[in-house]
């Protein structure tokens, strides 16, 4: 676990310097097909304070990649905020099996405060071209819960 807890800390302090991202598809917008060579993950975040999501991702239980979203324009009718990841055979080493890959979600607040109340990572049977749906939900008061939809 400590593993996961410095990469996502070290990931939170890159996210600090350098926000980037944006909202995902309105709802009711047509689905955007997701490329062959690639897969995403969206995450629902059911708390509204958070704007950023870090994560770091694995294949067989080793680290892959780390990266984030951020969500620089907040639309005030929204209940909650989606953040979309994006995955490609360059993220991953020759050989991983990607129906063994799962992600650590880390919820980032305003100012690249990193929430200490991480949930456990999500195990995700990946496949190219398909997408995925977490929903993370919960507060920093009880704690985050991420589940695949």
Do not use: H, W
């Not at 992600?103 to 991480?118: E, Y």
């Not at 995925?132 to 704690?143: A, E, K, N, P, Q």
């Amino acid at each position: 676990m400590k593993q996961y807890l410095s990469g996502i800390l070290a990931l939170a302090c890159l996210l600090g310097l350098a926000a980037c991202g944006g909202r995902g598809a309105p709802e009711g917008a047509e689905d955007i097909s997701i490329p062959e060579d690639m897969f995403s993950v969206d995450v629902l975040c059911e708390d509204m304070s958070v704007d950023q999501i870090a994560y770091a991702a694995y294949a067989g239980g080793a680290f892959r990649t780390m990266g984030g979203e951020a969500i620089l324009d907040r639309d005030p009718s929204e209940k909650e905020n989606l953040f979309t990841l994006r995955f490609s055979l360059d993220d991953f080493e020759e050989g991983d099996d990607l129906a063994e890959f799962s992600i650590s979600l880390s919820p980032v607040r305003p100012g690249g405060k990193v929430d200490p109340k991480l949930a456990e990572p999500v195990a995700i049977p990946a496949e190219l071209g398909k997408a995925y749906t977490v929903l993370l939900s919960g507060s920093s008061d009880s704690g985050f819960t991420a589940e695949l939809e």
